[in-house]
Protein backbone atom coordinates (compact mmCIF):
# COMPACT_ATOMS: atom_id res chain seq x y z
CA UNK A 1 0.00 0.00 0.00
CA UNK A 2 2.85 2.31 1.24
CA UNK A 3 4.56 1.72 -2.63
CA UNK A 4 1.37 2.25 -4.84
CA UNK A 5 0.81 5.67 -2.34
CA UNK A 6 4.37 6.51 -3.25
CA UNK A 7 4.24 6.34 -7.19
CA UNK A 8 0.96 7.90 -7.14
CA UNK A 9 2.50 11.02 -6.00
CA UNK A 10 5.80 10.64 -8.53
CA UNK A 11 3.83 9.91 -11.41
CA UNK A 12 1.82 12.84 -11.96
CA UNK A 13 5.43 14.93 -12.14
CA UNK A 14 6.67 12.12 -14.52
CA UNK A 15 4.26 12.79 -17.36
CA UNK A 16 4.49 16.67 -16.98
CA UNK A 17 8.09 16.25 -17.38
CA UNK A 18 7.19 14.12 -20.61
CA UNK A 19 4.70 16.40 -21.44
CA UNK A 20 6.67 19.66 -21.35
CA UNK A 21 9.81 17.65 -23.48
CA UNK A 22 7.33 17.05 -26.07
CA UNK A 23 6.33 20.72 -26.12
CA UNK A 24 9.68 21.91 -26.33
CA UNK A 25 10.65 19.46 -28.75
CA UNK A 26 7.66 20.75 -31.11
CA UNK A 27 8.92 24.38 -30.74
CA UNK A 28 12.33 23.59 -31.61
CA UNK A 29 11.39 21.91 -34.29
CA UNK A 30 8.99 24.59 -35.49
CA UNK A 31 11.86 27.11 -35.48
CA UNK A 32 14.18 24.84 -37.10
CA UNK A 33 11.21 24.49 -39.96
CA UNK A 34 10.37 28.58 -39.69
CA UNK A 35 13.40 30.26 -39.18
CA UNK A 36 13.55 33.88 -38.05
CA UNK A 37 12.99 36.28 -40.73
CA UNK A 38 15.06 39.14 -41.58
CA UNK A 39 15.25 42.76 -43.17
CA UNK A 40 16.26 42.34 -46.68
CA UNK A 41 16.77 45.86 -47.44
CA UNK A 42 16.44 49.38 -44.85
CA UNK A 43 14.48 50.96 -47.64
CA UNK A 44 14.77 52.53 -51.18
CA UNK A 45 18.39 54.46 -51.61
CA UNK A 46 18.82 57.91 -50.59
CA UNK A 47 15.50 57.86 -48.28
CA UNK A 48 16.04 59.98 -45.34
CA UNK A 49 15.74 58.32 -41.64
CA UNK A 50 12.26 58.74 -40.30
CA UNK A 51 11.12 61.66 -37.81
CA UNK A 52 9.48 61.13 -34.28
CA UNK A 53 5.72 62.96 -34.43
CA UNK A 54 2.93 63.47 -32.66
CA UNK A 55 -0.18 61.07 -34.22
CA UNK A 56 0.79 59.42 -37.83
CA UNK A 57 2.01 62.15 -40.17
CA UNK A 58 5.49 60.88 -40.34
CA UNK A 59 4.07 57.55 -41.16
CA UNK A 60 1.76 58.41 -43.42
CA UNK A 61 4.11 60.97 -45.65
CA UNK A 62 6.71 57.97 -45.42
CA UNK A 63 4.04 55.87 -47.14
CA UNK A 64 3.08 58.29 -49.44
CA UNK A 65 7.00 58.94 -50.43
CA UNK A 66 7.90 54.97 -50.97
CA UNK A 67 4.82 54.78 -53.13
CA UNK A 68 5.99 57.77 -55.65
CA UNK A 69 9.39 55.56 -54.90
CA UNK A 70 7.74 52.56 -55.91
CA UNK A 71 6.15 53.61 -58.95
CA UNK A 72 8.05 54.15 -62.31
CA UNK A 73 7.05 56.66 -64.86
CA UNK A 74 5.17 54.16 -66.98
CA UNK A 75 2.90 53.83 -64.45
CA UNK A 76 3.97 50.21 -63.27
CA UNK A 77 3.68 49.86 -59.34
CA UNK A 78 6.18 47.64 -58.11
CA UNK A 79 5.55 45.74 -54.71
CA UNK A 80 9.20 45.84 -53.31
CA UNK A 81 12.42 47.30 -54.81
CA UNK A 82 14.25 44.16 -54.39
CA UNK A 83 14.45 40.66 -56.59
CA UNK A 84 11.14 38.89 -56.18
CA UNK A 85 9.10 41.67 -54.93
CA UNK A 86 9.98 43.95 -58.22
CA UNK A 87 7.27 42.97 -59.90
CA UNK A 88 3.87 44.51 -60.28
CA UNK A 89 1.16 42.46 -59.07
CA UNK A 90 -2.65 43.36 -60.02
CA UNK A 91 -3.72 43.32 -56.69
CA UNK A 92 -1.27 45.63 -54.87
CA UNK A 93 -1.47 48.31 -57.59
CA UNK A 94 -4.83 48.26 -57.35
CA UNK A 95 -4.62 48.99 -53.55
CA UNK A 96 -2.00 51.61 -55.28
CA UNK A 97 -4.30 53.56 -57.11
CA UNK A 98 -7.07 53.67 -54.63
CA UNK A 99 -4.92 54.98 -51.82
CA UNK A 100 -4.22 57.72 -54.17
CA UNK A 101 -7.48 58.50 -55.19
CA UNK A 102 -8.07 58.85 -51.53
CA UNK A 103 -5.89 61.53 -50.86
CA UNK A 104 -6.38 63.13 -53.90
CA UNK A 105 -3.68 61.81 -56.27
CA UNK A 106 -6.20 61.49 -58.85
CA UNK A 107 -2.96 62.05 -62.09
CA UNK A 108 -0.77 59.39 -60.17
CA UNK A 109 -3.63 56.84 -59.97
CA UNK A 110 -4.46 57.35 -63.40
CA UNK A 111 -0.69 56.82 -64.59
CA UNK A 112 -1.44 53.02 -62.15
CA UNK A 113 -4.68 52.25 -63.96
CA UNK A 114 -3.38 53.15 -67.19
CA UNK A 115 -0.49 50.43 -66.75
CA UNK A 116 -2.95 47.85 -65.48
CA UNK A 117 -5.47 48.40 -68.72
CA UNK A 118 -2.55 48.12 -71.25
CA UNK A 119 -1.51 44.30 -70.00
CA UNK A 120 -5.61 43.30 -68.81
CA UNK A 121 -5.73 40.20 -70.48
CA UNK A 122 -7.98 40.27 -73.70
CA UNK A 123 -9.31 37.05 -72.09
CA UNK A 124 -9.26 34.77 -69.12
CA UNK A 125 -7.76 35.33 -65.42
CA UNK A 126 -5.22 37.98 -65.04
CA UNK A 127 -1.45 37.37 -64.33
CA UNK A 128 -0.24 36.40 -60.94
CA UNK A 129 2.10 39.24 -61.59
CA UNK A 130 3.63 41.18 -64.68
CA UNK A 131 7.11 42.53 -65.31
CA UNK A 132 7.62 46.59 -64.80
CA UNK A 133 7.87 46.73 -68.97
CA UNK A 134 4.17 44.83 -69.04
CA UNK A 135 5.19 41.65 -69.96
CA UNK A 136 4.40 37.97 -68.19
CA UNK A 137 6.43 36.44 -65.58
CA UNK A 138 7.23 32.43 -66.68
CA UNK A 139 7.85 31.05 -63.01
CA UNK A 140 5.24 28.95 -62.77
CA UNK A 141 2.75 30.73 -60.68
CA UNK A 142 -0.81 30.47 -61.79
CA UNK A 143 -3.06 33.72 -63.15
CA UNK A 144 -5.27 34.54 -60.18
CA UNK A 145 -8.92 35.46 -60.75
CA UNK A 146 -8.82 37.65 -57.70
CA UNK A 147 -7.18 40.31 -59.51
CA UNK A 148 -10.07 40.73 -61.47
CA UNK A 149 -12.20 42.00 -58.57
CA UNK A 150 -9.69 44.66 -57.31
CA UNK A 151 -9.10 45.82 -60.58
CA UNK A 152 -12.89 47.01 -60.84
CA UNK A 153 -12.80 47.98 -56.99
CA UNK A 154 -10.00 50.72 -57.88
CA UNK A 155 -11.71 51.67 -61.61
CA UNK A 156 -15.18 52.58 -59.02
CA UNK A 157 -13.33 54.22 -56.57
CA UNK A 158 -11.17 56.57 -58.95
CA UNK A 159 -14.35 57.03 -61.08
CA UNK A 160 -12.28 56.28 -64.11
CA UNK A 161 -15.11 53.36 -65.34
CA UNK A 162 -15.80 55.75 -68.84
CA UNK A 163 -12.02 56.02 -69.18
CA UNK A 164 -11.57 52.15 -68.48
CA UNK A 165 -14.70 51.05 -69.62
CA UNK A 166 -13.13 47.43 -71.66
CA UNK A 167 -11.09 46.68 -68.58
CA UNK A 168 -14.02 47.06 -66.73
CA UNK A 169 -16.36 45.00 -69.25
CA UNK A 170 -13.64 42.45 -69.62
CA UNK A 171 -12.81 41.80 -65.94
CA UNK A 172 -16.51 41.45 -64.86
CA UNK A 173 -17.93 39.43 -67.49
CA UNK A 174 -14.46 37.20 -66.30
CA UNK A 175 -15.89 37.14 -63.04
CA UNK A 176 -19.81 35.91 -64.23
CA UNK A 177 -17.75 33.17 -66.39
CA UNK A 178 -16.21 31.39 -63.60
CA UNK A 179 -19.40 31.41 -61.58
CA UNK A 180 -20.81 27.52 -61.42
CA UNK A 181 -24.07 26.32 -60.85
CA UNK A 182 -23.72 26.84 -57.68
CA UNK A 183 -22.42 30.23 -57.77
CA UNK A 184 -19.36 29.65 -56.88
CA UNK A 185 -16.20 29.89 -59.16
CA UNK A 186 -13.21 26.99 -59.11
CA UNK A 187 -10.43 27.18 -56.87
CA UNK A 188 -7.85 29.81 -57.61
CA UNK A 189 -4.40 30.92 -55.84
CA UNK A 190 -4.96 34.08 -54.04
CA UNK A 191 -2.84 36.77 -51.89
CA UNK A 192 -1.69 33.38 -50.18
CA UNK A 193 0.48 33.20 -53.66
CA UNK A 194 0.05 29.27 -53.77
CA UNK A 195 -2.14 26.79 -55.79
CA UNK A 196 -5.60 26.10 -54.23
CA UNK A 197 -7.27 22.64 -54.24
CA UNK A 198 -10.44 24.45 -52.42
CA UNK A 199 -12.24 27.95 -53.05
CA UNK A 200 -10.65 30.48 -50.51
CA UNK A 201 -12.58 33.44 -48.78
CA UNK A 202 -8.95 35.08 -50.64
CA UNK A 203 -10.60 34.55 -54.04
CA UNK A 204 -14.75 35.03 -53.06
CA UNK A 205 -14.21 38.40 -51.24
CA UNK A 206 -12.58 40.40 -54.21
CA UNK A 207 -14.81 39.12 -56.76
CA UNK A 208 -18.33 40.39 -54.36
CA UNK A 209 -16.07 43.68 -53.68
CA UNK A 210 -15.65 43.69 -57.60
CA UNK A 211 -19.13 42.74 -58.81
CA UNK A 212 -20.93 45.44 -56.52
CA UNK A 213 -18.18 48.63 -58.05
CA UNK A 214 -18.89 46.68 -61.78
CA UNK A 215 -22.83 47.14 -60.82
CA UNK A 216 -21.95 51.33 -59.93
CA UNK A 217 -19.94 51.66 -62.83
CA UNK A 218 -22.58 50.07 -65.57
CA UNK A 219 -25.34 52.37 -63.59
CA UNK A 220 -23.13 55.63 -64.05
CA UNK A 221 -22.15 54.72 -67.55
CA UNK A 222 -26.01 54.28 -68.32
CA UNK A 223 -25.54 50.95 -69.42
CA UNK A 224 -28.57 49.09 -68.03
CA UNK A 225 -27.79 45.16 -70.08
CA UNK A 226 -24.12 45.07 -68.34
CA UNK A 227 -25.70 46.45 -64.59
CA UNK A 228 -28.21 43.59 -64.78
CA UNK A 229 -25.70 41.04 -66.04
CA UNK A 230 -23.31 41.59 -63.34
CA UNK A 231 -26.14 42.55 -60.53
CA UNK A 232 -27.54 38.89 -61.36
CA UNK A 233 -23.87 37.32 -60.67
CA UNK A 234 -23.39 39.16 -57.34
CA UNK A 235 -26.95 38.06 -56.20
CA UNK A 236 -25.82 34.56 -57.34
CA UNK A 237 -22.19 34.88 -55.61
CA UNK A 238 -23.13 36.78 -52.58
CA UNK A 239 -26.09 34.05 -52.29
CA UNK A 240 -23.44 31.19 -52.15
CA UNK A 241 -20.89 32.66 -49.91
CA UNK A 242 -23.20 32.89 -47.57
CA UNK A 243 -24.25 29.84 -47.98
CA UNK A 244 -21.05 27.95 -48.12
CA UNK A 245 -18.72 29.97 -45.83
CA UNK A 246 -21.00 31.73 -43.27
CA UNK A 247 -21.33 32.37 -40.61
CA UNK A 248 -17.75 32.95 -39.50
CA UNK A 249 -16.36 33.18 -43.09
CA UNK A 250 -13.05 30.94 -43.00
CA UNK A 251 -10.64 30.86 -45.29
CA UNK A 252 -12.09 27.43 -46.68
CA UNK A 253 -15.56 26.85 -46.55
CA UNK A 254 -17.18 25.46 -43.63
CA UNK A 255 -18.29 21.99 -43.27
CA UNK A 256 -20.55 19.95 -40.89
CA UNK A 257 -17.83 17.40 -39.08
CA UNK A 258 -20.22 15.87 -36.24
CA UNK A 259 -23.58 16.02 -34.97
CA UNK A 260 -24.06 15.99 -31.36
CA UNK A 261 -27.32 14.76 -31.04
CA UNK A 262 -31.00 15.61 -32.85
CA UNK A 263 -31.62 19.25 -32.93
CA UNK A 264 -28.29 20.42 -32.03
CA UNK A 265 -26.30 22.39 -34.51
CA UNK A 266 -23.42 20.36 -35.99
CA UNK A 267 -19.65 21.73 -35.76
CA UNK A 268 -17.99 23.32 -38.84
CA UNK A 269 -14.69 23.69 -39.43
CA UNK A 270 -13.29 25.28 -42.84
CA UNK A 271 -9.01 26.51 -43.16
CA UNK A 272 -9.75 28.31 -39.74
CA UNK A 273 -9.62 32.28 -39.70
CA UNK A 274 -8.31 34.17 -42.75
CA UNK A 275 -7.41 38.40 -42.81
CA UNK A 276 -9.60 38.27 -46.24
CA UNK A 277 -13.05 38.09 -43.95
CA UNK A 278 -12.46 42.23 -43.79
CA UNK A 279 -12.89 42.81 -47.30
CA UNK A 280 -16.71 41.08 -46.39
CA UNK A 281 -16.95 44.41 -44.66
CA UNK A 282 -16.68 48.15 -44.72
CA UNK A 283 -14.72 49.77 -47.03
CA UNK A 284 -15.21 46.61 -49.72
CA UNK A 285 -18.24 46.27 -48.71
CA UNK A 286 -21.63 47.72 -47.00
CA UNK A 287 -21.69 46.09 -42.65
CA UNK A 288 -23.26 43.56 -41.44
CA UNK A 289 -23.38 42.66 -38.26
CA UNK A 290 -22.65 38.61 -38.47
CA UNK A 291 -19.60 39.87 -40.94
CA UNK A 292 -18.54 42.78 -38.19
CA UNK A 293 -18.71 39.48 -35.45
CA UNK A 294 -16.47 37.37 -38.04
CA UNK A 295 -13.89 40.63 -38.33
CA UNK A 296 -13.50 40.48 -34.92
CA UNK A 297 -12.97 36.99 -33.96
CA UNK A 298 -10.81 36.66 -36.75
CA UNK A 299 -8.67 39.73 -35.79
CA UNK A 300 -8.47 37.81 -32.41
CA UNK A 301 -7.28 34.53 -33.36
CA UNK A 302 -4.64 35.72 -35.87
CA UNK A 303 -2.80 38.10 -33.36
CA UNK A 304 0.36 37.25 -33.00
CA UNK A 305 2.23 37.15 -29.53
CA UNK A 306 4.71 40.42 -30.92
CA UNK A 307 1.26 42.32 -31.47
CA UNK A 308 1.01 42.27 -34.93
CA UNK A 309 -1.15 39.95 -37.25
CA UNK A 310 -0.65 36.58 -39.54
CA UNK A 311 -2.49 35.97 -42.71
CA UNK A 312 -4.30 33.09 -41.32
CA UNK A 313 -5.20 30.56 -39.05
CA UNK A 314 -3.76 27.66 -40.75
CA UNK A 315 -0.42 29.92 -41.70
CA UNK A 316 3.08 28.59 -40.56
CA UNK A 317 2.88 29.16 -37.07
CA UNK A 318 5.75 31.35 -36.58
CA UNK A 319 5.04 33.97 -34.81
CA UNK A 320 5.97 36.50 -37.23
CA UNK A 321 3.54 39.50 -37.96
CA UNK A 322 2.21 40.59 -41.45
CA UNK A 323 2.22 44.05 -41.77
CA UNK A 324 -0.50 44.22 -44.88
CA UNK A 325 -2.84 42.23 -43.12
CA UNK A 326 -1.93 44.10 -40.05
CA UNK A 327 -2.90 47.20 -42.09
CA UNK A 328 -6.32 45.56 -43.53
CA UNK A 329 -7.41 45.04 -39.61
CA UNK A 330 -6.87 48.90 -39.01
CA UNK A 331 -8.24 49.59 -42.19
CA UNK A 332 -11.62 47.58 -41.93
CA UNK A 333 -11.54 48.86 -38.18
CA UNK A 334 -11.78 52.83 -38.74
CA UNK A 335 -13.81 51.90 -41.77
CA UNK A 336 -15.90 50.54 -39.44
CA UNK A 337 -16.18 52.92 -36.49
CA UNK A 338 -13.47 51.41 -34.58
CA UNK A 339 -11.36 54.51 -34.43
CA UNK A 340 -9.85 52.90 -31.22
CA UNK A 341 -8.89 49.69 -33.35
CA UNK A 342 -7.51 51.30 -35.98
CA UNK A 343 -5.11 53.74 -33.97
CA UNK A 344 -3.73 51.08 -32.01
CA UNK A 345 -2.87 49.03 -35.20
CA UNK A 346 -1.61 52.08 -37.06
CA UNK A 347 0.51 52.80 -33.79
CA UNK A 348 1.92 48.89 -34.23
CA UNK A 349 2.89 49.64 -38.08
CA UNK A 350 4.19 52.70 -37.16
CA UNK A 351 6.39 51.82 -34.09
CA UNK A 352 7.75 48.82 -36.27
CA UNK A 353 9.07 50.31 -39.40
CA UNK A 354 12.89 50.51 -40.53
CA UNK A 355 15.11 53.32 -39.82
CA UNK A 356 14.52 55.19 -43.19
CA UNK A 357 10.65 55.09 -42.39
CA UNK A 358 9.66 52.22 -44.09
CA UNK A 359 7.05 49.80 -43.84
CA UNK A 360 8.46 46.18 -43.58
CA UNK A 361 6.66 43.11 -45.55
CA UNK A 362 6.95 41.37 -41.81
CA UNK A 363 7.94 41.84 -37.98
CA UNK A 364 9.73 38.96 -36.79
CA UNK A 365 9.30 37.25 -33.34
CA UNK A 366 12.14 39.79 -31.49
CA UNK A 367 9.63 43.06 -32.79
CA UNK A 368 12.50 43.46 -35.70
CA UNK A 369 11.08 44.68 -39.61
CA UNK A 370 12.02 41.95 -41.97
CA UNK A 371 11.28 40.59 -45.51
CA UNK A 372 10.98 43.76 -48.37
CA UNK A 373 10.78 47.55 -47.21
CA UNK A 374 8.81 49.17 -48.25
CA UNK A 375 6.01 47.36 -49.66
CA UNK A 376 3.48 48.84 -51.69
CA UNK A 377 0.60 46.55 -50.41
CA UNK A 378 1.60 47.77 -46.72
CA UNK A 379 1.96 51.32 -47.08
CA UNK A 380 -1.73 51.85 -49.88
CA UNK A 381 -3.40 50.29 -46.54
CA UNK A 382 -1.88 53.09 -44.08
CA UNK A 383 -2.74 55.84 -46.01
CA UNK A 384 -6.65 54.59 -46.54
CA UNK A 385 -6.61 53.61 -42.57
CA UNK A 386 -5.02 57.22 -42.09
CA UNK A 387 -7.74 58.71 -44.58
CA UNK A 388 -10.66 56.48 -43.01
CA UNK A 389 -10.28 57.68 -40.02
CA UNK A 390 -10.53 61.29 -41.24
CA UNK A 391 -13.73 60.52 -43.17
CA UNK A 392 -15.54 58.07 -44.51
CA UNK A 393 -14.66 56.58 -47.49
CA UNK A 394 -17.05 55.26 -50.15
CA UNK A 395 -18.10 51.74 -50.22
CA UNK A 396 -19.58 50.10 -53.43
Given at each position: MRKNRRRDVWFPYAVIAVLLATLAAGTISNLVRNPQPRLVADGLPGRPHAQSSLGHDDLLRHALTDLDGLTLPNGATLAGWNGPWRYV?????SFVAVARCAVGQHDKALD???????????????????????????????????????????????RAGDRYWELVEESADQIVR?????????????????????????????LLTGLRSAVRIAAEQNRPAAATRWQDALDK???????????????????????????????????GADAFVTVLGPP??????????????????LTQPNGGVTPGESWRADGVSWTPQTALFALSAAARGDHSGAEALLTWLDQHRTSTGA?????????????????????????????????????P
Open positions: WPRDAVLTFLDRVRPAAGRWQARYTSAGGTVDDGREPQLDASGWVLWATWFCELGPDGLPEPSPDYWERSEKELTIGTVAPLSAATDRTFGPDYPRTPTRATSFVEPGVEPVGLGGFAPARDIVSTAIDHAHGVLPEKVNRDLEPAGEAPLAWTAALVVLADTALQNPLPI
